[in-house]
């Protein structure tokens, strides 16, 4: 398998434009998470799902932030507009495989987020 | 709520010795996972081992092992024969077991330098 996939691995946009994030989960694999990580943070759970449904999105900074899962093999993060407070590196990570009933997360490489 | 804490901002040791990071948590389960994980420069975020609280011996994947306590709520990791590979920021991370539970708590984290 490939590893969970991000894209686009770096992304630099200008402050009020939207931002983009996509992940595809490994296969089989029933849970997606989005996490965001700063210096000042650290890790922090945005959003999670369950079999493309929302768990919890108790993580999801303020109204800026939208995601969505359509299918079990695609996830996307959406900042609309974007705020140079925003800038930090987005983890996509995904777990669960119901084969093996093993729970453990496995990280994207991640997305690279600068905004100017 | 659970907490994980890694009192060691940073270590340096010299390559080919052993190190040992350490990790306390904090939890009322009695059923859990414990994971260490590593991020080299790259950002990447790697799993390097897991440890599932019922079980009593210790994980061990190649260089690294852990020493849990439960009793103790002790999880620190060990690596041997450190390899300039190894230089990186080490999570360690708590999961409780069940539906609804899947989240991630992690530590802020520890910065490893192998000196050559």
């Known amino acids: 398998d490939a590893g969970v996939i991000q894209s686009p691995r770096h992304e630099v946009t200008e402050m009020g434009q939207e931002v983009t994030l996509r992940c595809k989960p490994i296969?089989?694999?029933?849970?997606l998470f989005w996490y965001r990580q700063t210096m000042m943070r650290g890790l922090e759970l945005l959003i999670y799902?369950?079999?493309?449904?929302?768990?919890?999105d108790s993580g999801m900074p303020e109204d800026r932030f939208s995601a969505k899962m359509p299918n079990a093999s695609f996830s996307t993060l959406k900042i609309q507009p974007s705020e140079p407070r925003d800038s930090a590196v987005y983890f996509c990570a995904s777990s669960y495989d119901r084969a093996t009933l093993q729970e453990t997360q496995y990280f994207g490489p991640g997305t690279r987020l600068l905004v100017l | 709520a659970q907490t994980v804490t890694q009192s060691q901002p940073e270590m340096s040791v010299q390559e080919a010795e052993t190190v040992t990071l350490s990790c306390t948590y904090d939890?009322?389960?009695?059923?859990?996972?414990l994971f260490w994980y590593k991020q080299p420069p790259s950002r990447q975020m790697i799993l390097v081992i897991r440890?599932?609280?019922?079980?009593?011996q210790n994980a061990t994947e190649n260089r690294f092992s852990v020493n849990f306590q439960k009793a103790a709520k002790s999880f620190s990791l060990k690596i041997s024969d450190s390899q300039l590979g190894d230089t990186a920021m080490y999570f360690c991370?708590?999961?409780?077991?069940?539906?609804?539970?899947?989240?991630?708590?992690f530590g802020t984290g520890t910065r490893l330098t192998i000196i050559p």
């Open positions: 296969s089989g694999h029933d849970y």
């Open positions: 440890q599932e609280a019922y079980k009593q």
């Open positions: 939890t009322s389960e009695s059923n859990y996972y």
């Open positions: 799902f369950n079999n493309n449904v929302p768990i919890d």
């Open positions: 991370a708590f999961m409780k077991l069940g539906f609804g539970n899947e989240k991630l708590t």
